[in-house]
């Protein structure tokens, strides 16, 4: 049976979700369903031993893990534009930048983002949002001002391609789990305090930020897992969608050499968001950020681009 097109041109399913031209990744498509089969299992493990737990305190445990999820999901991306600074831009103020992601757009048969920009030194861009309808893409003064036309291209179809892909989404609800341990070892302790003479409340005090630091830590470790390949998959599908793997390759180049003359302070600034750039900012060589990399090494990334460019004839 043929599959119907959307009025841009888009095919669809039978729940009329578009799909883009961007090569679909099932090694990506995998490790997201792996990754959220764990998470999810992780996650009703870890309530239920906090009702176990916390028996007399189930309605906070419910009312906490409710809101927070609720949270995490429909605001999160808001919350980390803001954080970064982005400000919607139109097309007026920013004509190439327009022209550039009409472009990558039309090449991928997608919906337009939402365009923004961020009034920073630091040479970078991100994407955020649940979904095609509400996708943002943002780059900063710094990038704008280094990057070729070209290059400026590859960055913004990697970035694209991330919500093509749908994996910031996947990426947020993944997060969310550790946010969670987070909280509710602090619940505990804050419980705890008031209450230090009941025996099984001593307990939970001391039982509970156990279990919690041990669900954080296997939640952040597959986290980054993903986060590393998803990068690499971006960096791929952007590399096919345009058909110019060396200019993605130029960009990281120069992005990741003018890291170096950014004062720290901006670095410092930058480094908590690391998850959502399109390469990340370290205030020092020997930051834990870089020993819990949210993204692949430069090395990785150029090699697997010098493989596409081969293969598509030196592009």
């Known amino acids: 049976m043929a599959i119907p097109r959307s009025r841009t041109g888009a095919r669809t399913g039978t729940a009329g979700r578009t799909r883009s031209r961007y090569a679909q990744d099932r090694g990506l498509s995998a490790r997201m369903a792996t990754t959220m089969f764990l998470i ?11 009702l176990v737990l916390l028996r007399g305190s189930w309605p906070i445990v419910l009312l906490i893990t409710g809101a927070l999820f609720i949270g995490q999901f429909w605001f999160s991306d808001r ?36 365009v923004a920009i961020a009034d920073s030194d630091v040479p970078n861009a991100f994407a955020t949002g649940r979904g095609e309808r509400t996708a943002l893409v943002c780059v900063t003064t710094g990038l704008l001002r280094r990057l070729e036309p070209e290059e400026l291209e590859g960055v913004l179809a990697h970035e694209m391609s991330h919500v093509a892909h749908r994996d910031v989404a996947v990426m947020t609800i993944a997060s969310f789990l550790g946010v969670l341990a987070g909280m509710m070892t602090r619940v505990a302790l804050y419980s705890g305090l008031g209450r230090g003479r009941d025996s099984n409340m001593a307990a939970a005090v001391i039982l509970v930020p156990v279990v919690s630091g041990a669900v954080y830590c296997l939640s952040f470790l597959l986290t980054r897992v993903l986060s590393r390949y998803r990068e690499l998959a971006a960096d791929r599908a952007a590399a096919l969608l345009t058909g110019r793997p060396s200019a993605l390759a130029s960009a990281l180049v120069k992005v990741d050499g003018e890291m170096a003359r950014i004062p720290v302070r901006d670095l410092r600034k930058a480094e908590p968001y690391n998850a959502f750039w399109f390469a990340p900012a370290f205030s020092s060589k020997q930051s834990l950020s870089r020993l ?16 596409i460019s081969d293969r598509l004839g030196g592009a």
Not at 292 to 307: C, I, K, M, N
């Open 40 to 50: 999810g299992l992780l996650y009703v493990v870890f309530v239920g031993v906090l």
């Open 79 to 114: 919350i980390a534009a803001l954080g970064m600074g982005a400000r919607e831009v139109s097309r007026a103020e920013a004509p190439e930048l327009h022209g550039t992601v009409d472009r990558i757009c039309a090449l991928a048969d997608m919906p337009k983002p939402r």
């Open 292 to 307: 819990l990399a949210t993204h692949p090494t430069l090395e990785q990334r150029l090699d697997q681009l010098s493989r």
